[in-house]
């Protein structure tokens, strides 16, 4: 089984800017990981150095019995040498080649004949739906079939490990779903282990087996998709998963089960093991109006002043401040379908989200 292993792995440039530090992650053969963060968080750098574009101060980097990297012994591998294929944000494709000559060059270059190369670019671009295109020139094609030219190429260069660097930041909305939709499918199909790069929270649970979240040149959070996504445990990563209302204990009265929070407001709710100093995270989406609270189910309650609304079509997005130094966010269904500007604007309501829906985040972290 080939696993890609990597240890350690560091680089930085000039000045002390600190690209990465101390990645380390191991992925199974045949699955699917994605690295997600914010721009400049060292997603980009990590893949790079997986694809010999960038050597790393420190670390290890093998795919099954193959070395790619080990900087302590001084071994680097250079990057045609790993026959792994790359797709890239920018296509990357050659305009003076067919997209038949686009998708053979890397198989040219590693000493197959004309004919195979040519067959085996043949048979990846059936595979990704562009049949009959390989006389045309990349001028000639949309940006989505440009794309597919360029995951052609690089379906025929793995042997057995693919990356993709933001390959559909370039794409329109509906393209991008089309095309993420593809890519799962020929991983699928193909069988590689692949190493995608995003900033797009969606696009990485929609596609991945293994979620990496990375801040500034760390791993900040891992695991799957639903993991990230319901079970974030840094204020960092619930932030970025869309946990748009995290707030701090400040007291717990237990007797009375009422949550003081920094800043002022309170929460009525009762969860064990909360204490002061925990960080309490839940989304806009999940806070009602407390007099549609569906029954049965444990609920914190608490009340707030609306100083902001504006109308989503099917909800209003309101803030409500519930002391001068803490507001939370709630969105709240509306069925009229008739817009009223404004709506809420200097209310006290009351509102509850269920305790099931409240995440309490790790302080250590």
């Known amino acids: 089984m080939r696993s890609l292993e990597i240890e350690g792995l560091a680089k930085s440039y000039g000045a002390g800017a600190v690209a ?11 699955s699917f990981v994605t690295l997600l963060g914010p721009s400049g968080c060292g997603k980009t750098t990590t893949l790079r150095c997986l694809a010999g574009l ?16 080990d900087a302590a012994a001084g071994v680097f591998l250079a990057p045609h040498k790993r026959k ?21 060059y890397p198989l040219r270059l590693r000493g197959a004949s004309r004919r195979a190369a040519e067959q085996r670019a043949a048979e990846a671009l059936t595979a990704v739906g562009l049949e009959g295109y390989g006389a045309r020139y990349p001028h000639e094609l949309s940006g989505g079939q440009q794309q597919r030219v360029a995951l052609a190429r690089g379906l025929v260069s793995a042997s057995g ?31 590689y282990s692949s190493v995608y790069v995003t900033h797009d929270q969606e696009e990485a649970l929609a596609i991945s087996d293994h979620v990496v979240v990375m801040n500034r040149g760390r791993i900040e959070q891992s695991g799957t998709p639903h993991e990230i996504f319901a079970q974030p445990r840094t204020p960092w990563v619930a932030d970025f998963v869309g946990f748009d209302n995290i707030v701090t204990v400040s007291e717990v009265d237990r007797e009375s089960e009422r949550v ?46 609306v100083t ?6 099917d909800a209003y997005r309101v803030t409500a401040g519930l002391a001068d130094g803490t ?13 009223q500007q404004e709506k809420y604007l200097g209310e006290t309501l009351e509102f509850a989200v269920a305790v099931a829906d409240l995440i309490v985040l790790d302080r250590t972290a």
Not at 84 to 104: D, E, K
Not at 167 to 188: C, Y
Not at 329 to 337: E, F, G, K, L, T
């Open 84 to 104: 792994l294929g790359m797709v890239f944000q920018s296509y990357a494709l050659w305009p003076n080649r067919t997209v038949l000559g686009n998708v053979a």
């Open 308 to 313: 902001a609304s504006s109308y989503l079509g």
């Open 161 to 191: 490990l693919l990356l993709f660097d933001e390959p559909l930041s370039n794409l329109d909305a509906k393209l991008r779903l089309a095309m993420r939709t593809e890519i799962r499918r020929l991983h699928d199909e193909f069988g």
């Open 327 to 339: 507001s939370v966010v709630a969105n709240i269904p509306d069925s009229s379908r008739q817009q």
């Open 260 to 305: 003081s929070l920094v800043g002022g407001g309170a929460l009525d709710v009762a969860v064990d093991g909360l204490e002061r100093g925990a960080k309490v995270a839940f989304r806009s989406r999940d806070v009602v109006l407390a007099h549609q609270a569906v029954g049965g189910q444990p609920l914190a309650r608490f009340t707030g002043r």
């Open 54 to 69: 960038e050597v790393p101060d420190a670390g290890r980097i093998r795919f099954g019995d193959e070395v790619f990297v």
């Open 20 to 30: 990465v530090e101390d990645i380390s992650l191991s992925l199974s053969e045949g």
